[in-house]
């Protein structure tokens, strides 16, 4: 079955960016769902399979629909490594091999920078983050090509915490410090996330605005930028001395010490091998259908050319800091349980700072694995990537020093791009990474510091293209509110710190989030001339408002939330209509005697609601309007009848449509 199901051209597909001799291995069912629908309920998964195992096919369509799924479909659904790797078909092996191979020769010389430039540990810390976590994830995780590892914003965060406590505990071994608190933080990640998922709040990536985090990303750009410019030009040591605190402060401290304190031989070598990047990056993209030349590893030979004429010229005599000896260091024991006594002095401490990280790093992942899942047709749980992330995290959290590993939009892109279709391909990634941590890292010797700091200015610009088109779409269409945004988070990001710039604008977009929902989704209808059609009067010119009457139609389901506020748009509409007015100005519509509700659209009401409308409804009535309610869904006039609401108002104020309830309306008048 396999083979006539890998013979259809309309269930294959070939990776272009391939070698000819793998083309044939790399043909693959893209659009199979990670855990089909079916699986879930009468079969087994079909995540790397083409077609479903032997004998499964005719007892799925023989199962009972509603039967409840049994254990064994529940492990497939919640474990999808239990669905993907039983049914794994060596035709994919040559595209996952070859990702995997490809991402470690990126990921190796980049989490070494990020462990030793950015997080201020060890190249051990970004390596762990590069092999640990991402084992796990492959294990639970719902996207086929996320790769999970430490990213640049999220180890700054963290490399800002280790500078605060070495600063708090100066007669503590800084290295000791470093492990510990960046163990707090990964344990604490690891447990807000998973805690997120089990309470179902995957929703979280729709609530926080993209502004938002594009002026995040934006400020973080330039902090790292700041950041190793200072190794750039040679002035960490001085910079030791001097002690400066925010961005800002090190963006002074550049200008005034850069031209007479720089080390000319260290800038050099940083400019210059910044330049070889840029170009060679360059080159590559010139060669995008050349395969071989488009998917040279650039970063890992910039770092063994570098590596090599370091030891033969002798840099590090010149006065250039090199990396040096680097040794396995976890605090004594490989494995160590993340909550022991070494990790309880930072665990308050570092908590804000872990939630950053958890909600930062899944946005970033969620929105890396939505782009894959919509590419190549998989489904993705945001509820249970959370668990997967934090389970990755918390295995990464009993390595001492371990950095907070999540998913990269960029990374992922790449993976797919290669020939990755199933988690294999971090597996094979993590393996390497592995080796190089344990075999490889004595070879890096002679690597000057400072080249380590223009691999990650290199990775920085990256952050910085997508900014020149989000400030124009945004100003095209006046979104001047998501500029506020974007401005403020950058603003506050620099002058103060990353924490202080993404906190603040959180509060003010939940807090947008909030006033939208609390104001209730209603307008006014309007009669077409010669007709009983009621329309919205800001969609159609010509419907016409009846003269002391008010028709308001709900445009959604009543809750504490959103009702709070009908009081005072009702009255806004009595007095001005739909159109926009100052409070201050004069009344444009004659003073209302009937107020008709229409409430086809009104699904659900809670409690707090009826309570709330039961007043509002008992105001109008003292004040002597009268009162009708339209298109009232059966389980809501249950509620209303409950609630005292259809005595309040008797029942014939209850009518199935607007032109009834006018009619009715308008028989009171001649009566």
């Not at 990775?459 to 269409?477: G, K, Q, T």
């Amino acid at each position: 079955m396999a083979a006539s199901a890998d013979s259809s051209p309309l269930h294959t597909i070939s990776t272009a960016t391939s070698v000819s001799s793998l083309r044939g291995m790399i043909r693959v069912q893209e659009s199979t769902p990670l855990v089909d629908q079916d699986d879930i309920e009468a079969g087994s998964a079909q995540y790397g399979a083409n077609t479903p195992p032997a004998g499964d096919t005719a007892s799925a369509f023989g199962r009972n629909r509603t039967k409840k799924p049994n254990f064994a479909r529940k492990l497939r659904y919640y474990v999808p490594s239990t669905a993907w790797i039983p049914a794994y078909s060596f035709s994919l092996l040559g595209g996952d091999v070859l990702a995997g191979v490809s991402l470690a020769a990126m990921l190796i010389p980049q989490s070494v920078s990020y462990g030793t430039s950015l997080a201020k540990i060890g190249p051990t810390a970004g390596l762990f983050a590069a092999s640990i976590p991402a084992i796990m994830y492959s294990l639970l995780g719902t996207s086929r090509q996320l790769n999970v590892a430490a990213e640049a914003a999220l180890s700054l965060l963290v490399g800002q915490s280790v500078t605060e406590f070495r600063h708090a505990y100066p007669d503590a071994p800084p290295d000791k410090v470093g492990l510990a608190v960046a163990t707090a933080i990964g344990v604490q990640v690891g447990l807000f996330a998973s805690i997120l998922g089990f309470l179902r709040l995957g929703f979280l990536d729709v609530v926080l605005s993209r502004a938002l985090l594009r002026g995040f990303v934006t400020a973080v750009a330039i902090v790292i930028t700041v950041e190793q410019l200072v190794p750039m030009f040679g002035l960490t040591a001085l910079e030791n001395q001097i002690q400066p605190e925010s961005s800002l402060d090190k963006i002074f401290f550049l200008i005034e010490y850069v031209w007479t304190h720089s080390h000319k031989l260290t800038t050099t070598i940083s400019f210059a091998v910044l330049l070889v990047l840029v170009l060679l990056r360059a080159f590559k993209n010139c060669f995008k259908n050349t395969w071989w030349i488009y998917r040279l590893p650039e970063v890992l030979i910039v770092v063994v050319l570098s590596t090599w004429i370091s030891d033969q010229l002798q840099w590090d005599q010149g006065g250039v800091d090199i990396l040096g000896s680097v040794s396995i260091s976890t605090g004594g024991h490989f494995f160590k349980f993340p909550l022991s006594t070494h990790t309880h002095p930072f665990l308050r401490g570092t908590t804000s700072t872990a939630i950053l990280i958890t909600i930062i790093g899944f946005l970033d992942s969620i929105v890396a694995a939505k782009q894959n899942g919509d590419r190549f047709g998989h489904p993705i749980s945001p509820n249970r990537e959370l668990v997967a992330l934090g389970a990755a995290n918390l295995a990464g959290s009993f390595v001492p020093g371990t950095l907070p590993a999540f998913g990269s939009i960029v990374r992922s892109r790449i993976n797919g791009d290669i020939g990755a279709r199933t988690q294999m391909a971090s597996l094979v990634t993590a393996g390497l990474v592995l080796l190089a941590t344990f075999f490889l890292l004595p070879a890096l010797y002679f690597l000057p510091k400072c080249v380590l700091a223009s691999i990650i200015c290199l990775f920085v610009m990256s952050l910085f293209a997508e900014v020149p088109h989000d400030l124009v779409y945004y100003y095209n269409i006046g979104a001047w509110t998501d500029l506020a945004m974007m401005f403020i988070t950058f603003a506050l990001s620099i002058i103060w710190n990353v924490e202080i710039g993404i906190v603040v604008s959180l509060i003010i977009s939940l807090l947008l989030v909030i006033r939208r929902s609390s104001k209730t989704r209603m307008t006014i209808l309007g009669r077409i001339p010669g007709t009983d059609r009621w329309t919205p009067v800001t969609d159609n010119p010509e419907a016409e408002d009846v003269p002391g009457t008010l028709i308001v139609r709900i445009r959604e389901s009543l809750d504490f939330a959103n009702t709070a506020q009908l009081k005072g748009r009702l009255r806004k509409f009595e007095l001005y209509g739909a159109e926009p007015a100052h409070p201050s100005e004069e009344p444009r519509r004659q003073p209302t005697s009937v107020l008709v509700f229409h409430m086809g659209d009104v699904d659900s009401c809670d409690a707090s609601a009826v309570q709330i409308f039961h007043e509002l409804l008992e105001m109008y009535k003292t004040r002597g309007v009268r009162l009708f309610i339209t298109h009232l869904r059966l389980g809501i006039r249950e509620t209303f009848e409950n609630a005292g609401i259809v005595k309040l108002l008797g029942p014939d104020a209850f009518y199935d449509t607007v032109s009834e309830a006018i009619a009715r309306a308008e028989r009171y008048v001649d009566e």
